[in-house]
């Protein structure tokens, strides 16, 4: 059980250095004050979901999830 602790151990770590850089590339949301002005209907607006910055925002959410479901067996009794 040891070595599965510390494996788990070090994806966790892993992937809290990853969380913390993606979150740090993603644009603020003052970027998007453009949409006052109706600047929404451009073609970035329309396609946000297939750019980089909605790629940063998936991978946010998996990476959140991951994150959250290996601090729970990290927490867990069982592992001790």
């Known amino acids: 059980m040891a070595v599965l602790r510390m494996v788990f151990m070090i994806l966790f770590i892993v992937l809290s250095i990853s969380l913390t850089a993606i979150v740090l590339l993603q644009e603020g949301k003052s970027?998007?004050?453009g949409s006052i002005q109706g600047a929404a209907d451009t073609y970035w607006g329309k396609a946000k979901?297939?750019?980089?910055?909605?790629?940063l925002?998936?991978?946010t959410k998996i990476f959140v999830a991951l994150f959250f479901v290996l601090a729970m067996l990290?927490?867990?009794e069982f592992f001790m």
Do not use: D, P, Q, Y
């Open 31 to 33: 970027a998007g004050l």
């Open 49 to 55: 979901g297939r750019s980089m910055e909605g790629r």
């Open 57 to 59: 925002v998936k991978f």
């Open 74 to 76: 990290l927490g867990m």
